[in-house]
């Protein structure tokens, strides 16, 4: 996992909530065996008339040229429904680096963080101000601060971010790692256990 | 203090918590599917590794798999990669496959109760987020993500923040014609999609006590659609009559061993929740969907809401969006509008009881000539009881289609889709848009209200054909 510890950057605003993983990643695209590829299927059916990419939906936000960027902005309980990890793989394979929401759903915010993309929670109100200047302003975030800002009208919310996983983005460290590295650990407690 | 349920097969399965950080926690059995599982194959490959614990590792296929003629070759290439990349990866593994053809295949979720896998106190994941059904048997199962398969087969742990816990009482009589199904749709409509999001809920009161394991796992299989990380409910005589027998339960002095160790997994008395709610069952009324996602759910019998009078802007514009999308209108009943299609199956109602159910109703009676229905069983051992207890010839002399085993039109991964633009009534989980097929519109309801709309061809208050 590369590490990631600061990203500024234009926005795609996409206010639209209980975005579930089916919007995100429809069930027909799961069939590969590979991590890779996704991202040209991200939001498939809100992107193109009956599945055919010559046909983009224009008002769609990734059909819109003047939207772009590596930060997603969406409504409240984004990633709800389907654990497909692809959901995450899409969005990153596309090319964003975190996404924004007041509220993420659970299953997809341990998805995300797992692939360094970075969910990130802010307030109703701060996510509002957001989408009102998405045209114009870009956003900052830090992740050794815990911030994120609206550069345009230098407004700046503190976000929660579990210290683990903090370090694991800031280093590029993976979980699998770090559980080898308890092996032993886990087979005294077998012993235990049984 | 005393404990909640939650907290003693938790705390008990803990390696070690990270300071400021998530727990190891060890799972005791993981199933997987040919869908969330090869990349985290080539995940532990790629570092030289092969599956910690494969004995307490379970697959089958069932995502992706055709529900006609299963002992042909899969005829979409895609689809057959897959399950050749599990069957070559659980032979490389020395994992046990329950594979297409194989007596025990069937949906994830309904073939791990019904040989007596699922035991109470475990914790189980799958990736896949329906793994909360599981929980009826009084285990911590919940659903994870490729990279946490990966984590598992490489450790059999998954660093895990422990969530917050709710627990959810339900007391009193179901009217007539209510089911587990209407319970769980009429708790989402009240909580919402987003309600329960950072809980594990427990199911609790004397209507609990009063289902039948079949249904705990209905309300168990949709906790998620609240945004629950899980759902369970206390094991009890029932649970254990349930398992008793089973292929892999225990037996003899192990059982009574074992039993004695279920016998002290409930929620202590004076054990804290992080939240209550308290559901009176007898204001449950048969149960419908109308939107797009499960949160949108009404009494049969009720109107869809009035958006102008929503306050909350979101919400308002969610409901407007959804309501386009389904091409329903605001206010309006849902009674006796036509539907195309039926689908009695999935994780959440293809088990042998729904479709005992199903068939109760509807014996002596033909579907509707503007309907097609569509009975996919969970598993090729609720086909051969279908079959035994003589509901197939039921079933066909109604005119309902009868497949084999699998997710089927559920998420439409096969070829089993709904037509853009056409209504199913559906016994599954999700609502979502495109779920059952690009442009299908889904209403999530019970086997019975399903059954009850494929016999008049519109949707039917059940009540009144019982």
Same mark, same amino acid.
Not at chain 2, 92 to 112: A, D, R
Not at chain 2, 287 to 309: F, H
């Given at each position: 996992m590369k590490a990631l510890s600061k990203i500024n950057s234009s926005i795609v605003p996409l206010p639209i909530e209980n975005v579930d993983t089916d919007q995100i990643i429809p069930a027909r695209f799961l069939k590969a065996t590979t991590r890779d590829g996704f991202g040209k299927n991200l939001f498939r059916d809100?992107?193109?008339?009956?599945?055919?990419?010559?046909?983009?939906?224009?008002?769609?936000?990734?059909?819109?040229?003047?939207?772009?960027?590596?930060?997603l902005v969406a409504g409240k309980n984004f990633g709800c429904g389907s654990s497909r990890e692809h959901a995450a793989w899409a969005i990153v394979d596309y090319g964003f680096k975190a996404v924004v929401s007041s509220f993420f759903a659970d299953i997809f915010k341990n998805n995300a963080l797992n692939n360094g993309l970075l969910p990130v929670t802010v307030s109703e109100n701060f996510l509002q101000s957001i989408f009102i200047l998405s045209n114009t302003s870009t956003l900052s975030i830090d992740i050794e601060e815990q911030t994120i800002t609206i550069d345009q009208i230098k407004q700046t919310e503190k976000f929660e971010l579990n210290p683990y996983k903090k370090t694991c983005l800031l280093n590029g460290y993976d979980d699998i790692d770090f559980l080898l590295s308890k092996r032993t650990a886990i087979e005294n407690f077998e012993k235990e256990l049984s | 203090m005393g404990k909640?349920?939650?907290?003693?097969?938790?705390?008990?399965?803990?390696?070690?918590? *990270?300071d400021n950080g998530p727990s190891v926690l060890y799972i005791d059995t993981h199933f997987i599917h040919e869908v969330t599982s090869p990349q985290a194959f080539k995940g532990i490959e790629k570092r030289g590794l092969k599956v910690f614990r494969p004995k307490q590792t379970i697959a089958t296929a069932d995502h992706n798999v055709p529900t006609l003629n299963q002992h042909l070759p899969i005829k979409d290439a895609l689809s057959r990669m897959q399950v050749e990349a599990l069957i070559e990866n659980c032979n490389?593994?020395?994992?046990?496959?329950?594979?297409?053809?194989?007596?025990?295949?069937?949906?994830?979720?309904? *073939?791990?109760p019904e040989l007596g896998i699922t035991q109470p106190g475990m914790t189980i994941v799958c990736g896949d987020s329906h793994t909360s059904t599981h929980g009826a048997f009084g285990t911590v199962a919940f659903g994870i993500g490729t990279s946490e398969v990966e984590m598992v087969f490489a450790s059999q742990c998954v660093l895990q923040t422990k969530p917050k816990t709710m627990r959810i009482n339900i007391e009193g009589d179901l009217q007539k014609g209510v089911v587990s199904k209407d319970i769980i749709l009429y708790i989402i409509s009240k909580i919402s999609a987003s309600g329960a999001t950072g809980y594990f809920v427990e199911y609790a009161g004397s209507t609990i006590r009063g289902l039948s394991m079949e249904a705990r796992m209905t309300i168990c299989n949709m906790s998620i659609e609240m945004g629950a990380r899980g759902g369970m409910i206390a094991p009890d005589e029932t649970t254990f009559n349930y398992l008793k027998g089973r292929k892999f339960a225990p037996t003899g002095e192990q059982w009574e061993l074992k039993k004695k160790e279920w016998e002290t997994l409930f929620s202590d008395d004076d054990a804290a929740f992080d939240e209550v709610l308290s559901i009176d069952a007898s204001a449950i009324q048969p149960?419908?969907?109308?939107?797009?996602?499960?949160?949108?759910? *009404?009494?049969?019998?009720?109107?869809? +809401?009035?958006?102008?009078? *929503? +306050?909350?802007?979101g919400e308002r514009k969610n409901i407007i969006k959804a309501l386009e999308y389904m091409g329903l209108q605001s206010g309006k009943s849902l009674i006796g509008m036509p539907v195309q299609h039926v689908f009695i199956g999935s994780c959440t109602n293809s088990r042998i009881e729904d479709l005992r159910s199903v068939a109760a109703l509807i014996k002596g009676k033909k579907k509707n000539d503007s309907v097609q229905v569509m009975i996919v069983p969970g598993s090729q051992q609720v086909a051969r009881q279908v079959k035994e207890e003589g509901l197939d010839i039921i079933f066909s002399e109604a005119g309902f289609v009868i497949r084999q085993a699998g997710c089927s039109a559920c998420l439409g991964m096969n070829e089993d889709k709904i037509p853009a633009g056409e209504y199913c009534i559906s016994t599954s989980n999700r609502n979502f848009e495109g779920r059952q097929g690009a442009g299908a519109r889904t209403l999530l309801a019970s086997p019975l209200t399903a059954a009850a709309a494929a016999i008049t061809g519109v949707i039917t208050d059940v009540r009144e054909i019982i």
């Open positions: 809100w992107r193109y008339e009956q599945d055919d990419e010559t046909k983009p939906k224009l008002n769609f936000i990734l059909n819109q040229p003047e939207y772009s960027g590596e930060i | 909640t349920l939650f907290d003693k097969i938790w705390d008990k399965h803990v390696v070690e918590k *990270i490389n593994h020395s994992i046990e496959l329950y594979g297409l053809g194989h007596p025990y295949q069937g949906i994830v979720h309904v *073939i791990g149960m419908i969907t109308y939107g797009t996602n499960p949160g949108l759910g *009404i009494a049969i019998n009720a109107r869809i +809401p009035v958006t102008d009078t *929503i +306050p909350d802007e």
